[in-house]
């Protein structure tokens, strides 16, 4: 585990177990790998990297570096979660300059050294993340934005503009790490029968296109797919026991995948395919009908995407809710309207109209596509 970083951000919990700290220069073996340790801070004080290199194959130079939140393919880690999500003030300027140094640092290394990063695309760790799982050092130093800023005071600016919202669950995840996770239930996932009445919260996991056919009434639709932990973690409460709707094949890995995060009060699970009493569904719509529908005051149309999509462009006369901050803001959305729900694609805007739903607000439409396809339609956009 790092030792690096002031002391608000040690692992306090490790003094339990057998472990080993780690530094800056640090180095360990797995049989014949060899791991050196970098101290890579910016998106945290105590951010490591690993370089590897592997002495059963002869070789005297790392063959690739694990840049864990801190070198991403074609962008780096965000150095204003602890501000923002965790209240450490002023952290968010001084993680840009230690993010700029640890850059100069990596550069110096050969260009052939493979990239490991331990997030890609639709992670909240970054603006821009790429989708292809790993890179080259060389490839990023050519292609990688962060590489190409030299000056440290633009590279701050850069770094820290449009920066995405931050995620709910990253204070409680600097808590967990800090602290330690509790032990987790032994006993295996019980299998229900029927729909739970009591404090919990009812996830379904199926696809959008299932749920908005039919659906238990009152449960919130999060489609287990690359983005699933990250919306978990932004509309679960860990206070709330989790009861899951999904398929018995993949109820391990989502159940790991709440794990991830923190979130281990998964109390029972329905199987999907046995799912029969559907008491509600809602309606997908094309783009021409929602301009068609805004016409009319009877009508109030959800923007739920983050705030930099909101400013490059929004549909008129739409209202600007980001889907992780929706619920916190239902009292501001009136009752006695049809609602029409939309983000860029139409995934994240399903997940919001199963949370209008789940919160009392059934007269509610999706729109197909989005806002990526209202713009290929022709249709009007407002900046």
Request: hydrophobic content about 35%; overall charge negative; charged content about 25%.
């Amino acid at each position: 585990m790092s030792d690096e970083g002031d002391k608000d951000w040690k692992y306090e919990y490790v003094q339990n177990y057998e472990h080993e700290l780690l530094k800056d220069g640090s180095s360990f073996s797995a049989g014949n790998v060899l791991f050196d340790v970098i101290h890579t801070p910016g998106h945290t004080p105590e951010s490591i990297s690993f370089l590897l290199t592997d002495k059963g194959g002869g070789a005297n130079e790392p063959m690739g570096i694990f840049s864990g939140d801190f070198l991403f393919v074609g962008d780096v880690g965000r150095p204003d979660l602890l501000e923002k999500a965790a209240g450490a003030a002023g952290s968010s300027e001084t993680g840009a300059k230690d993010m700029f140094a640890s850059l100069r640092k990596v550069e110096e290394l050969p260009d052939f050294l493979q990239v490991w990063p331990a997030h890609g695309a639709g992670s909240a760790c970054g603006k821009s993340l790429g989708a292809v799982p790993m890179s080259t050092l060389g490839y990023e130093k050519k292609f990688n934005w962060a590489f190409q800023i030299k000056e440290e005071a633009q590279f701050i600016d850069e770094l820290l503009a449009g920066q995405p919202e931050p995620p709910k669950y990253f204070a409680q995840m600097k808590k967990l790490n800090k602290q330690g996770p509790d032990l987790l239930r032994k006993e295996e996932t019980s299998k229900l029968s029927a729909p739970v009445k009591n404090n919990a919260v009812t996830v379904d996991t199926r696809p959008a296109d299932e749920f908005s056919n039919g659906h238990i009434e009152g449960t919130l639709n999060i489609p287990y797919n690359k983005s699933f932990t990250n919306w978990a973690g932004w509309l679960l409460s860990y206070e709330k026991d989790i009861v899951l709707i999904a398929n018995e094949e993949n109820l391990d890995q989502i159940t790991r995948s709440l794990q991830s995060i923190g979130l281990d009060q998964v109390t029972g699970y329905f199987d999907s395919n046995e799912l029969a009493n559907h008491t509600e569904s809602y309606e997908n719509i094309e783009p021409e009908h929602a301009k068609k529908l805004l016409e009319s005051d009877e009508y109030y149309l959800l923007d739920v995407r983050s705030q930099d999509e909101w400013n490059n462009g929004h549909i008129p006369g739409a209202h600007h809710y980001m889907l992780g901050n929706l619920e916190d803001n239902m009292e501001e959305i009136p009752k006695d309207k049809t609602l029409m729900a939309h983000c860029a694609s139409g995934a994240r805007s399903a997940i919001a109209v199963s949370l209008l739903q789940a919160n009392g607000f059934k007269d509610v439409l999706n729109v197909r596509g989005g806002f990526n396809a209202w713009k290929e339609k022709g249709l009007p956009v407002k900046k």
